[in-house]
């Protein structure tokens, strides 16, 4: 039921997208990827820290408009729109925001795509105490699980940064190696901030 929602407003908001920046023909790029959910290594490596406590993969599908000309005091970005299902149902996402693509060199070989913007988890957002007084032994147990096995994100509105490194394989079709990261950064709330660390691969094909 859960994952059923998020892809009804996963396909609305890509429709939206679609719908609000495309040209008379069909512009933009789609993409559709596989990440691992809640990596460890790269929180680990840049001294952030990470959760660690989720499970299964993520697939990501998403939007991008052709880069906005009139935004050129922003860098000309791109809007991305995308929807993240994870297969064990537990924290799903749905995300816009800008990317930008910085060639090395000529146009067409590899590029660096950093990107920011904003996501709504149908994760945690707080864990009930387990040392809360009075608790049967079941419920203490129920809690002590989902400390253990759920990400406690601090606010369900989170912030989404990503950095890709991509290739150009033709006109149409790149390959992204792909990170995504959501965070309240103590910005949407004050306190519990563990984040999630998405990393993996992504097709991205141009219209």
């Known amino acids: 039921m859960k994952t059923a929602m998020f892809a009804a407003l996963g396909s609305l908001a890509l429709g939206g997208a679609g719908l609000g920046f495309a040209a008379p023909a069909m512009a933009g790029e789609a993409f559709v990827g596989v990440y691992k959910h809640d990596v460890t290594f790269i929180g680990k490596a840049v001294g952030l820290g990470a959760a660690g406590r989720e499970g299964g993969a993520d697939i990501h599908l998403g939007y991008r408009t052709d880069k906005l000309e009139n935004l050129r005091w922003l860098g000309k970005p791109q809007v991305h729109t995308m929807v993240s299902i994870n297969t064990k149902n537990t924290s799903n996402f749905v995300a816009a925001g800008f990317d930008w693509k910085v060639d090395f060199g000529q146009p067409g070989g590899f590029y660096l795509r950093?990107?920011?913007?904003?996501?709504?988890?149908?994760?945690?957002?707080?864990?009930?105490?387990?040392?809360?007084?009075?608790?049967?032994?079941?419920?203490?147990?129920?809690?002590?699980?989902?400390?253990?096995?759920?990400?406690?994100?601090?606010?369900?509105?989170?912030?989404?940064?990503e950095l890709a490194l991509g290739y150009q394989v033709s006109d149409k079709l790149s390959v992204e190696l792909s990170y995504t990261h959501l965070s309240n950064g103590q910005i949407f709330h004050q306190g519990k901030n563990q984040g999630l660390d998405d990393a993996g691969v992504r097709l991205v094909y141009a219209f």
């Open 114 to 161: 950093p990107g920011m913007g904003l996501a709504y988890t149908d994760g945690k957002a707080k864990l009930p105490p387990a040392n809360a007084p009075g608790l049967s032994d079941e419920e203490r147990a129920r809690r002590t699980y989902l400390y253990y096995h759920r990400i406690e994100f601090g606010s369900h509105v989170l912030f989404e940064p």
